[in-house]
């Protein structure tokens, strides 16, 4: 098991950017494929992007050129760096570390 804690979420207007941080409580990305997903009001959970031990990334189409996932050499972080938002994709974000270990969320809010 490790813990995962989100921080980053915030409100902005349609058009910009910010950058979610995941930090977990040990170095996990020897072993760990890590995601973000998000959960917008009265919508299920969906997938946004990962980042596979070995530097895989996969992106849900409805971000491809505007999310970015990454993290650090330590380990210890995963990120999400979001340009160009818009206001559907306000919700809840989660990380997510395999096998089935969340975070406790960051809501991200986009006005228009």
């Known amino acids: 098991q490790v813990q995962l804690v989100e921080s980053g979420g915030g409100l902005v207007q349609a058009g910009g950017s910010l950058r979610l941080s995941c930090a977990a409580s040990?170095?996990?990305?020897?072993?760990?494929?890590m995601a973000w997903y998000r959960q917008a009001p009265g919508k299920q959970r969906e997938f946004v992007a990962s980042?596979?031990?070995?530097?895989?990334?996969n992106y849900a189409d409805s971000v491809k050129g505007r999310l970015t996932i990454s993290r650090d050499n330590t380990g210890n972080t995963v990120y999400l760096q979001m340009n160009n938002l818009k206001p559907e994709e306000t919700g809840v974000y989660y990380c997510?570390?395999?096998?089935?270990?969340w975070g406790q969320g960051t809501q991200v809010t986009v006005s228009s």
């Open positions: 980042i596979t031990s070995g530097g895989s990334l």
């Open positions: 040990r170095s996990i990305f020897s072993t760990y494929r």
């Open positions: 997510y570390a395999d096998h089935h270990n």
